[in-house]
């Protein structure tokens, strides 16, 4: 019986040995500071901006036409509302929105080209 006892009994933890008190050291504080607009213009650009520009590169190759135009009214739009702000004073969406644009007029172009190709070929006599 004594056996059973200790196995449903409850457990006697040191609390001081388990978790020590560090009442002696001083607490750490963080200090939080805000950078002003000359430190944001001066800092260079973050990381790796090559490859996520590349990234959004192949993802707009990707995009129908109708994705694209509706990305770019998107993209108009949010430079109307929030360019100012922004950090950047939209930059970045004005980056954004010439890559759309180049690409749907590099699509149009292309087309325009298959067109005059097909018209210049001599038809076939039948």
């Known amino acids: 019986m004594e056996s059973k006892e200790k196995k449903t009994g409850c457990i006697d933890l040191d609390w001081d040995k388990l978790l020590p008190r560090q009442d002696d050291e001083t607490p750490k504080f963080l200090?939080?500071?805000?950078?002003?607009?000359?430190?944001?213009?001066?800092?260079?650009?973050?990381?790796?901006?090559?490859?996520?520009?590349?990234?959004?590169?192949?993802?707009?190759?990707?995009?129908?036409?109708?994705?694209?135009?509706?990305?770019?009214?998107?993209?108009?739009h949010s430079i109307e509302t929030l360019s100012l702000k922004l950090g950047d004073k939209g930059a970045k969406l004005r980056a954004y929105l010439?890559?759309?644009e180049e690409e749907m007029d590099r699509r149009k172009q292309r087309r325009l080209q298959k067109v005059h190709f097909i018209h210049s070929q001599p038809m076939p006599m039948a």
């Open 31 to 76: 200090v939080v500071t805000t950078a002003t607009v000359d430190d944001r213009q001066q800092s260079p650009p973050p990381e790796g901006g090559d490859q996520q520009d590349q990234s959004q590169r192949d993802d707009i190759l990707r995009m129908s036409d109708k994705r694209i135009e509706e990305a770019i009214i998107r993209q108009r």
């Open 98 to 100: 010439m890559r759309l």
